[in-house]
């Protein structure tokens, strides 16, 4: 599986810092990030100006679980570290899956909870990796696969490199 460009959705992109990037890397991809807050949002654009990218990025205020965006409309999305901040982790899912392409790209990454929640209140409200599964089992997501590594597991298209 290559991307070889086309539409670029970072759902919870924060301070913009993945976009920026990415936009750097695919130059003649459209690229859109959304966040709840508005605060992290101008921090975004800001940063965007300063690279002299605000032009390529489309930074929007909006719920993760109800994005604004038509079906079909990502080649690629993305979501890092916000499965165990969402109300409803089962909707960010299916809201991934519903804006991207069918033989599209997509990567979920989240800090897994483990028994170092005991020590660190943060991991408590994570999903262990057994939980994720159950969960993805739950949406629409197309065939996928969880990688996991000590602190985080990543969702990827089944057969994506890792």
Known sequence: MDYRGGPILDAGCCGGETLIELVKAFPRSKLAGVDLSEELLELARSRAEEEGLAQRIDFRRADVTALPFPD??????????????????????DELARVSRSEGFFYIRAIKRSWLAALVPILKIAF????????????????????????YYTILPQGAPE
Not at 75 to 87: P, R, Y
């Open 128 to 151: 262990s990796a057994a939980e994720a599964r159950e969960l993805l089992n739950e949406t629409r997501l197309r065939p996928w696969r969880l990688v996991e590594n000590t602190w």
């Open 72 to 93: 079909d409309q990502f080649e690629f999305v993305l979501s890092q570290d916000m499965l165990q901040v969402v109300l409803d982790a089962a909707a960010l899912v």
